[in-house]
């Protein structure tokens, strides 16, 4: 009678108020030793009535795992794989156990991970798939467990399913799409020993995958690519590339700017600002258009997204000269970054303006440039960014505004008289508050300037010589030698 009493205890158990007298009765210890049975009618019934008098009950359910349930499902799943009912009580056991630490480390010594992979290939329904892919993900968030479903193919099976489903627009299939994604980010968050057990070429495969799903899960994809230093290696971002990534992100910024995501949008834009980070890559991202895609997306009115856009360009500017010639020329971005020059709000949209402005013209080697942001009355901006309340930026200014003088001082001169440059550098050398290394760098503007017959008579008649000489006493050894080249050039040694 051993089958019939638990298939009436599995129905019995349906019934939420007969749970506790299920517990009272001491009957879960009972039926466990049914699973190991090799009736198929018995494990189906007592793995039910298990199932179901300890759903929801945590106490309950450690205790399943500590009598070792798990190796007991783990068989089931391995011994009957082709049998549905036995799978799906199974594996809604393991759904229900499997956010339990005690059940991942028991999990872990099982080879549940194979069994997994060969029900994803088996599943025809979506309610099946979905089960799954609950079960993997809880188990994706053990380190152990994650690399071993990796070893097992799960991956490869994600990209299948993927694949079958490009184009697909049923709600169903969209379900089953956003849970593979969420998935493979999960795998993917394993970093260098899961992405040890992959190819380059498959990871960067999954990423794109990813990413062309308009799922919730992008944007987790993208904040992956940005902090990952194994996707960011020079030979893996031209494999970027080269397989369309960079163009698939850029294709989702444009659609998301006119939907009005804006957590997708600054997502993209970090993996755009990382993948920019090496040399290969900005020559690679000039040569294919990249900072016209980019610029197109100045028409966002979203604070994060308009910060994140301007540390891109900032990125792709930085040690370009090529860069910063095609980005200095454009009209429509040296408008927009004086315009965002002149904010005053907490977002830091105005700094970050300024040192795209800086980085420009630091990295610019054109004087069609420094004529360009002259015209645009970006100079006036850079003159009070010598004064920001941040050192970094100061040095940023300073830099910028030596290399354009360098360049074109001629074009230069009417700006820094109107906003007074002079004296601003002379406040900071006299200021004992002005770290050594705005000291030095504002004295090497000031040889710069000395090259302009009116602004030397600025500088002559505002007595910077007198605080020159008494930096020849400074303590910083830099700030001295400096002091004294200084002194020479204005003395016309």
Not at 276 to 296: D, F, N, T
């Amino acid at each position: 009678c051993a089958v019939k009493a638990a298939h009436v205890l599995s129905e019995i158990a349906k019934n939420e108020e007969m749970k506790r007298p299920c517990i009272e009765a001491n009957l879960v210890p009972t039926l466990i030793p049914l699973l190991e049975s090799t009736d198929q009618e018995m494990l189906l019934h007592a793995g039910r009535a298990i199932g179901r008098i300890c759903y929801e009950n945590r106490s309950l359910q450690e205790e399943l795992v500590k009598v070792g349930v798990i190796p007991s499902l783990v068989r089931i799943l391995t011994d009957y794989a082709e049998s549905e009912p036995l799978v799906h009580v199974a594996l809604l056991a393991l759904y229900n156990l499997a956010d339990l630490d005690s059940a991942k480390e028991a999990l872990s010594t099982t080879k549940v991970a194979e069994q997994l992979v060969k029900q994803l290939r088996r599943a025809e329904s979506h309610e099946r798939l979905e089960i799954v892919f609950e079960v993997l993900q809880a188990l994706a968030e053990n380190d152990a467990l994650k690399v071993q479903l990796v070893d097992a193919g799960v991956p490869e099976v994600l990209s299948e399913i993927l694949l079958r489903l490009q184009g697909s627009s049923q709600a169903e299939d969209m379900c089953i799409v956003k849970a593979a994604s969420d998935l493979i980010v999960s795998l993917l968050l394993g970093g260098t020993k899961t992405w040890a057990r992959l190819t380059v070429n498959f990871t960067i495969e999954m990423v794109r995958l990813v990413i062309l799903y308009p799922t919730k899960m992008e944007h987790h994809c993208l904040f992956l690519i940005s902090e990952s230093e194994f996707l960011q290696r020079d030979g893996n971002c031209l494999r970027m590339f080269q397989l369309g990534v960079i163009h698939q992100l850029l294709d989702l910024l444009e659609k998301q700017v006119q939907s009005g995501d804006t957590s997708v949008q600054q997502a993209a834009l970090s993996a755009l600002q990382s993948l920019a980070v090496p040399v290969v890559s900005k020559v690679q991202m000039l040569e294919e258009g990249i900072a016209e895609r980019i610029e197109a997306l100045l028409r966002s009115e979203s604070p994060p997204v308009q910060f994140k856009l301007l540390g891109t360009l900032r990125m792709l500017a930085d040690g370009q000269a090529d860069a910063a010639e095609i980005l200095g020329q454009d009209p429509l971005l040296l408008n927009r970054l004086v315009q965002w020059c002149s904010v005053s709000d907490p977002s830091g949209i105005c700094g970050e303006a300024n040192r795209l402005l800086a980085s420009i013209l630091h990295h610019n080697r054109s004087q069609e440039v420094v004529k360009a942001i002259q015209a645009a009355q970006g100079v006036k901006h850079l003159v009070s960014m010598t004064t920001s309340e941040h050192a970094a930026m100061q040095n940023e200014a300073l830099t910028a505004l030596a290399i354009a003088s360098a360049i074109d001082l001629e074009t230069l001169e009417e700006s820094f008289k109107e906003s007074q440059l002079v004296q601003s550098l002379h406040k900071l050398l006299r200021d004992d508050n002005t770290s050594p290394e705005v000291k030095y760098n504002s004295m090497g503007l000031l040889c710069r300037l000395l090259n302009s017959g009116d602004l030397r008579q600025e500088i002559e008649e505002d007595k910077i010589k007198d605080t020159l000489e008494r930096l020849c006493s400074h303590s910083n050894a830099n700030v001295v030698k400096e002091a004294i080249t200084t002194l020479q050039v204005l003395r016309g040694e």
